[in-house]
C-alpha cells in the first residue's frame, strides 16, 4: 500500500469559486492515508473556506482548476467508491438524519449504503459504535432531536466510525459545544483515531482541537493557506495570522 | 442615450431570467431523469417508499373525500338550476359523472395534494439541505435522489390515481345524496342515469392525468427542494413557491391533457 502516491490524498493547487466569488485560490496539501497515519488540522476564521475545501474533495462542488486525487488518480467512478468506503466524515451541525433514529443514523451505510448486512447485526454494531463513543444504548432507539447537542456530535461520530474507516474528516467537531463538552470530545477524537489507525483531516477555529489532535496544522485566510507548520511551532510563531489566530482564541 | 442604456438593461434583465430559467430546466430535467432512472435499478429502498405511501396516500384521504363530496353536491344544485332553464333536469345525475370523472376529480385532488404534499417534500428536502444532511447522504455513499426522490415519486405516481378514483366516487355519491334529497330524483333513476351515459373512457382519461399529476407535485417539490439555500428563511420561500409552480403546472398541463386526448 505504501508505494509512491499509493495511500494517499492529493490535493493539488485547485481554485474554486461560487457565485462568482473566488472561495479556494491555490491550495494544496497531501494526507497520508496508508500506515503511516497522520493527522492534519486546518484553521482560520469563520468563511475562510475550510468546509468549502472538505466538499471539494467530497465531490459536492467543483474547483475549476487543479486535481484532487486519491491513490493517484481522481476520485471518479471505483477510484470513488474505494475513497468513499475509507472514508468516515462528522459535519459541522452534526447533520444526523432527523426522520430516523439514533441507531438507524449510525447504520444508515449499512442499511442504505452498496455493502448490506442484516438488519440485526447493523442494529448491534450500532451500538457498539454508540457505546464506544460514550452514549448508552439507551439513546439508540431515540431520535437525533431528543439529544443535547454534545450527544448528538457524538451520535455523528458513531457514524463516521462505523464502518471502521481509514480515513475521518472532522468539521468544527467542537463548535457550539460547552468547553467541557468541547475538551471530551477532543480527546474522544484523539482516542478514536489512534485506536484504529486512521489519518485525520480536522477543520477547527478551537486552538485546543489543534492541541490535542494535530501534527501538522495549515491556517487558512481567504481561500489561501498563510501559514503551514507543525503545531509545536504554533506557540513560537512570529506568523502575523498565527498571532491574531491566538489572540481571539 | 439614457433611453438606449435603460433598454439595454432591461434586456440584459431578461437575458439573466432567460438563463436561469433554462438552468432550472435542466436541473429539472437532470432530477427526473436520474431518479427514473434510479427507479428501474436496484437497489430498492422499500422502507422510505412505504413510508411515503401512507403519508401521500392514506392521509390525504379525509381531505380529499370531503372536498370530492361538496363539490358532487355543488355541482348536482348548479346543473339542476342551469338545466331546469331548458327543461333538462334529467342530465344532473350524467353530467355531474362526467364532470367528476374527466375534470373535477382528477384536477381537485392534484391541487390539494399539491398543497400538501409539493409543500411538505420541498420543506424536508430544503432542511435537509441546509443542515447538510444531503452532503451526509453523500459522504455515506447513498445517491440522495434514489433514497429521496424515487421513493416519492413512485408513491406519489401511485396515490393520485387511487385518490382521484375515490374522489370520483364520492364526488357523484355526493351529486346523488343532493339530488335524491332535494332534487326529486329516485335512487334508481338517478344510478341508471349515472352509469348509462358515463363510459369508461371518461374514467380513464382522469387517471391518465392524475399520473401526469403525480410527477408534477413530487418533481417540484423535490426540485425547489434541492436548490433552496439560506437557511430557514429559503426553505419558506421553497416551499411556497413548489405548490405554486405544482398547481400552475398541474392547471396548465391538464388543459394540454383534456385537448390532447378529446381532440377527435
Ligand atoms: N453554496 C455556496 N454558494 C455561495 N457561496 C458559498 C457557498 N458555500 C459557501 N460559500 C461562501 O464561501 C465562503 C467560505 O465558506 P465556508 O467554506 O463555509 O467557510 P468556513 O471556513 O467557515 O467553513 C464564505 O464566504 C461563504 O459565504
Ligand atoms: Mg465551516
Known amino acids: 500500500m505504501s508505494g509512491n502516491g499509493k495511500g494517499k490524498l492529493s490535493i493539488d493547487r485547485i481554485k474554486l469559486s461560487l457565485d462568482n466569488q473566488l472561495i479556494l485560490n491555490d491550495i494544496s496539501f497531501d494526507l497520508n492515508t496508508n500506515d503511516n497515519t497522520d493527522s492534519i488540522t486546518i484553521i482560520g476564521r469563520s468563511g475562510a473556506g475550510k468546509s468549502a475545501l472538505l466538499k471539494c474533495i467530497l465531490g459536492i462542488y467543483y474547483p475549476f482548476s487543479g486535481s484532487i486525487k486519491f491513490n493517484n488518480q481522481p476520485i471518479l467512478k471505483r477510484n470513488k467508491e474505494i475513497f468513499f468506503n475509507k472514508l468516515g466524515m462528522v459535519f459541522q451541525n452534526s447533520a444526523l438524519f432527523d426522520s430516523l433514529s439514533v441507531w438507524e443514523n449510525v447504520g444508515f451505510k449499512y442499511l442504505y449504503g452498496p455493502n448490506k448486512m442484516p438488519k440485526k447485526n447493523i442494529k448491534k454494531l450500532a451500538e457498539e459504535k454508540l457505546e464506544r463513543v460514550g452514549l448508552s444504548i439507551r439513546s439508540a432507539n431515540q431520535f437525533p432531536i431528543e439529544l443535547s447537542g454534545g450527544m448528538q456530535k457524538r451520535a455523528a461520530i458513531a457514524r463516521a466510525i462505523m464502518t471502521e474507516p481509514k480515513i475521518l474528516f472532522f468539521d468544527e467537531p467542537t463548535a457550539g459545544l460547552d468547553p467541557i463538552t468541547a475538551r471530551k470530545i477532543n480527546y474522544l477524537i484523539k482516542d478514536l483515531i489512534s485506536d484504529s489507525k486512521a489519518s485525520a483531516l480536522t477543520i477547527t477555529h478551537d486552538i485546543n482541537t489543534v492541541n490535542t489532535i494535530a501534527d501538522r496544522v495549515f491556517l487558512m485566510n481567504e481561500g489561501k493557506f498563510v501559514w503551514i507548520g507543525c503545531r509545536k511551532n504554533i506557540k513560537t510563531s512570529s506568523n502575523e495570522y498565527i498571532k491574531d489566530f491566538l489572540n481571539t482564541e | 442615450m439614457k433611453l438606449l442604456i435603460y433598454l439595454i438593461k432591461i434586456i440584459q434583465k431578461l437575458g439573466c431570467k432567460a438563463e436561469y430559467f433554462c438552468v432550472s430546466i435542466g436541473q429539472l430535467l437532470k432530477i427526473s431523469l436520474v431518479s427514473l432512472s434510479e427507479a428501474l435499478t436496484?437497489?430498492?429502498?422499500?422502507?422510505?417508499?412505504?413510508?411515503?405511501?401512507?403519508?401521500?396516500?392514506?392521509?390525504?384521504?379525509?381531505?380529499?373525500?370531503?372536498?370530492?363530496?361538496?363539490?358532487?353536491?355543488?355541482?348536482?344544485?348548479?346543473?339542476?338550476?342551469?338545466?331546469?332553464?331548458?327543461?333538462?333536469?334529467?342530465?344532473?345525475?350524467?353530467?355531474?359523472?362526467?364532470?367528476?370523472?374527466?375534470?373535477?376529480?382528477?384536477?381537485?385532488?392534484?391541487?390539494?395534494?399539491?398543497?400538501?404534499?409539493?409543500?411538505s417534500i420541498a420543506a424536508e428536502i430544503g432542511s435537509m439541505k441546509v443542515t447538510e444532511q444531503l452532503d451526509a447522504l453523500k459522504s455515506l455513499s447513498v445517491s440522495p435522489i434514489r433514497y429521496l426522490v424515487t421513493p416519492r415519486l413512485a408513491s406519489s405516481v401511485i396515490c393520485l390515481p387511487i385518490l382521484t378514483l375515490i374522489s370520483d366516487i364520492i364526488g357523484i355519491l355526493g351529486g346523488l345524496v343532493i339530488g335524491i334529497t332535494s332534487l326529486q330524483f329516485s335512487l334508481l333513476v338517478y344510478t341508471e342515469y349515472t352509469i348509462k351515459f358515463l363510459e369508461m373512457s371518461d374514467i380513464y382519461s382522469g387517471l391518465i392525468k392524475s399520473v401526469a399529476f403525480g410527477i408534477i407535485i413530487s418533481l417540484s417539490g423535490c426540485y425547489f427542494g434541492f436548490t433552496s439555500k439560506g437557511g430557514a428563511a429559503g426553505v419558506g420561500k421553497s416551499t411556497t413557491s413548489a405548490v405554486i409552480t405544482a398547481s400552475m403546472l398541474i392547471l396548465a398541463s391538464n388543459y394540454l391533457l383534456t385537448a390532447f386526448m378529446f381532440q377527435k
Open chain 2, 42 to 119: 436496484p437497489p430498492f429502498y422499500a422502507e422510505p417508499f412505504l413510508k411515503q405511501l401512507i403519508f401521500v396516500g392514506f392521509n390525504s384521504l379525509p381531505v380529499v373525500g370531503v372536498t370530492a363530496l361538496f363539490t358532487g353536491a355543488a355541482l348536482a344544485l348548479q346543473i339542476f338550476s342551469g338545466g331546469s332553464r331548458f327543461n333538462a333536469e334529467t342530465v344532473v345525475p350524467s353530467i355531474v359523472a362526467i364532470g367528476m370523472t374527466r375534470e373535477l376529480g382528477p384536477v381537485l385532488c392534484g391541487l390539494i395534494v399539491a398543497g400538501r404534499l409539493s409543500s
